[in-house]
């Protein structure tokens, strides 16, 4: 059963800097694994997808990269500002329409 | 305006009555997906739609019902059953196949007193 773990739960940085986030899974036959944004509250935000055959996505200052082999992507946040703090989660996808969902990092940008 | 509705935005409701959550999209999408968010639990998937006329349980199925009449609808109703059903429900759709972004709507808030 795929289990998708996100460290740390929380993270503070202050404004600039540019951060990492992290998501593991421990089943590496995934299709695609997606990255979201939820502000408190709401619902979420995707932000990139990358498919397996893909080793990184790009969308304005976030980078987000796959390395299925080791279970492993990562969320690039560059020159962070007080308008990134949120819930980043991660989710992969298997050989079903199901996403498997990390608990998510709470992420606060300090001004 | 394209995207998912969901309403009401809270919701109140006695214990021991059933009640029913919306979910509409005009996103045109085949897969519809219900999931219950609670602190510290993360996102739980209750139930998911992949066509017309047909779903599956997901991890949490147990005092929810749904069903899919229609391609743009997908109400989820919280039974007498459910034995926790206060929390944040949130509803998902995504087009088929691995190439494609999972859409939520912005969420029902559930409170049972």
């Known amino acids: 059963k795929q289990e998708v773990t996100q460290i740390p739960a929380a993270l503070s940085v202050p404004e600039g800097e540019n951060l990492v986030l992290n998501c593991s899974f421990t089943?590496?036959?995934?299709?695609?694994l997606q990255w979201f944004r939820q502000d408190p509250g709401k619902g979420l935000t995707s932000l990139l997808l990358?498919?397996?055959?893909?080793r990184e996505q790009t969308s304005g200052r976030l980078n987000a990269s796959l390395d299925k082999s080791s279970g492993r992507s990562t969320l690039y946040i560059a020159a962070s500002q007080p308008g990134d703090s949120a819930t980043y989660l991660c989710?992969?996808?298997?050989?079903?329409?199901?996403?498997?969902f990390g608990k998510g990092t709470k992420l606060t940008v300090n001004p | 305006d394209g995207g998912i509705t969901q309403s009401p935005k809270y919701l109140f409701r006695k214990e021991g009555q059933n009640v029913t959550l919306s979910c509409e999209q005009n996103?045109?999408?085949?897969?519809m997906y219900w999931y219950r968010q609670d602190p510290g639990q993360g996102l739980r998937l209750i139930y998911y739609?992949?066509?017309?006329?047909?779903?599956q349980k997901g991890d949490i199925a147990e005092g929810y019902s749904v069903s899919r009449e229609k391609k743009e609808s997908f109400p989820l109703t919280v039974t007498s059953a459910q034995k926790n059903p206060t929390a944040f429900y949130l509803c998902?759709?995504?087009?088929?196949?691995?190439?494609?972004?999972?859409?939520f709507g912005p969420g029902t808030r559930l409170t049972v007193t």
């Open positions: 739609s992949q066509i017309v006329n047909d779903f």
């Open positions: 989710a992969a996808q298997g050989g079903s329409e199901k996403l498997v």
């Open positions: 089943d590496s036959a995934i299709y695609n």
């Open positions: 996103l045109n999408h085949d897969a």
């Open positions: 990358i498919q397996s055959s893909q």
């Open positions: 998902a759709t995504k087009a088929s196949g691995y190439a494609y972004e999972q859409y």
